[in-house]
């Protein structure tokens, strides 16, 4: 008897803790909770709107996806319009965003991760040179070239990047992410663009590197490549 109740107990936690794992936001507990920007209260994403001043342009945006993006304007030549719930405040609690991401000839959204999301991207134009990194002690790096049409998944968390290897063509995807707000963490910028600078020291012993070659890093300009 006492068996089968830690049994239950146990299917229990485990049923719950998968859950966790699959869901990356919260599930909604009603049909949607359009947030209201203008409330002052806190909490874990926004609070709802009442339902009755809801409409259809609370799950609009002319967002103009289908119009190609300067990718001139960031060094590393390419230019993602997200639309997340700061966008469309339909998308509070429903746990999903998109994203156009606009590439130069040989240019590149470099290694970024993103805390809240995992993505799935296809390619509208053009070839990607795309791939991820599982975390620690592994490391494993997975690659794929993507031609148009092909689909690619980079799972919640890791460090991914997409390349445009192509020295004369532009390259398009259009990417779904499984948050309403999944944050974007560009690795270059968070560990060598902070504000303030981390610590020479700290950086040169983490790279291995002399601690000129941190400062010099520290000097350069990184651009974001988001909108
Ligand atoms: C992205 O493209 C838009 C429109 O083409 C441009 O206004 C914007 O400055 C670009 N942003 C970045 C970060 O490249």
Redesign the pocket.
């Known amino acids: 008897m006492a068996s089968s109740t830690t049994f239950l107990v146990l299917t229990a936690l485990l049923a719950l803790l998968s859950w966790q794992a699959i869901a990356s936001d919260p599930s909604p507990l009603q049909d949607f909770c359009v947030a209201d920007k203008d409330s002052h209260v806190r909490v874990n994403g926004f609070v709802c709107k009442d339902p009755k001043d809801v409409k259809a342009d609370d799950f609009f945006l002319a967002a103009n996806l289908d119009?190609?993006?300067?990718?001139?304007?960031?060094k590393v030549g390419?230019?993602?319009?997200l639309i997340n719930v700061m966008r469309i405040p339909g998308l509070n609690t429903l746990g999903i965003s998109l994203a156009r991401i606009?590439y130069a000839p040989l240019g590149e959204n470099p290694p970024h991760t993103h805390p809240r999301a995992t993505e799935i991207l296809t390619v509208l134009e053009g070839t990607l040179y795309v791939g991820f990194v599982t975390s620690n002690q592994d490391n494993k790096l997975f690659t794929k070239t993507l031609n148009k049409g092909d689909v690619f998944v980079f799972p919640e968390g890791l460090i991914h990047f997409q390349f445009n290897p192509c020295p004369d063509k532009p390259a398009v995807a259009i990417a779904a992410l499984s948050s309403q707000n999944p944050g974007a963490i560009t690795i270059a910028n968070a560990v060598f663009g902070s504000k303030p600078p981390i610590s020479d020291d700290v950086l040169a012993k983490a790279f291995q590197v002399e601690k000129k070659t941190v400062d010099w890093l520290q000097a350069q300009f990184w651009?974001?490549?988001?909108?």
Do not use: A, G, L, Y
């Not at 390419?78 to 319009?81: A, E, L």
């Not at 651009?223 to 909108?227: G, K, L, P, V």
């Open positions: 119009k190609p993006r300067d990718t001139t304007v960031s390419s230019n993602v319009t606009d651009s974001d490549n988001h909108n």
